[in-house]
Antibody, heavy 123, light 103 residues
Framework: EVQLLESGGGLVQPGGSLRLSCTAS????????MSWVRQPPGKGLEWLLS????????YYADSVKGRFTISRDNSENTLYLQMNSLRAEDTALYYC????????????????WGQGTLLTVSS | DIQMTQSPSSLSTSVGDRVTITCRAS??????LNWYQHKPGKAPKLLIYAASSLRSGVPSRFSGTGSGTDFTLTISSLQPEDFATYYCQQRGTFGQGTKVEIK
């Protein structure tokens, strides 16, 4: 059974930094792309970043480009999200998701998700 | 960027009803459209990929149709566990969501 467990959320002041982790089990981690998706309070889902199985390719939404970085440690089956220059509008529940590649769309869809970790950016 | 417009934003319905949710793309996306179910406090769940392919393990009362710009998610007979918010997704864009509530 695929399991994804996010951790590292908390309260951060504006301008601060935080690193989220996602520990994976139940599948061959290095064989799959992974992604981060967030949900601000009372709002919908927003895709943020994706990384290929090897870690050699990364993709970023414009809203986080230059501030957020996705990485992975395949030896530890762990996905990371480094967040810098945090803003109040980054307050959200952050999900990691296992991504499957669709050749038809040349993009990913998300077949397994964690339950999320909450980031609050506030002074 | 391609915009995705999902409707309705919410609907009130009863167990046993047929439910239809639509997602419209601002330009043709062929069949590159996926649907998810999300319940509060739970992980989102993939229902349909490539517009009409039912994910393994998802009940057959869920179905997806469409191609080009217009897509539909249908729940043929709503069950109590189906009350949730549903999202369409095209590449890096999710629809705004449709909240299915009990009437």
């Amino acid at each position: 059974e695929v399991q994804l467990l996010e951790s590292g959320g908390g309260l951060v002041q504006p301008g601060g930094s935080l690193r989220l982790s996602c520990t994976a089990s139940g599948f061959t981690f290095s064989s799959y792309a992974m992604s981060w998706v967030r949900q601000p309070p009372g709002k919908g889902l927003e895709w943020l970043l994706s990384i290929s199985g090897s870690g050699g390719s990364t993709y970023y939404a414009d809203s986080v480009k230059g501030r957020f970085t996705i990485s992975r440690d395949n030896s530890e089956n762990t996905l990371y999200l480094q967040m810098n220059s945090l803003r109040a509008e980054d307050t959200a529940l952050y999900y990691c998701a296992k991504a499957l590649y669709s050749y038809a769309s040349a993009w990913y869809y998300f077949d397994s998700w964690g339950q999320g970790t909450l980031l609050t950016v506030s002074s | 960027d391609i915009q995705m417009t999902q409707s309705p934003s919410s609907l009130s319905t009863s167990v046993g009803d047929r439910v239809t949710i639509t997602c419209r793309a601002s330009q043709s996306i062929s069949t590159s459209l996926n649907w998810y179910q999300h319940k509060p406090g739970k992980a989102p769940k993939l229902l349909i990929y490539a517009a009409s392919s039912l994910r393994s393990g998802v009940p057959s009362r869920f179905s997806g149709t469409g191609s080009g710009t217009d897509f539909t998610l249908t729940i043929s007979s709503l069950q109590p566990e189906d009350f949730a918010t549903y999202y369409c997704q095209q590449r890096g864009t999710f629809g705004q969501g449709t909240k299915v509530e009990i009437k």
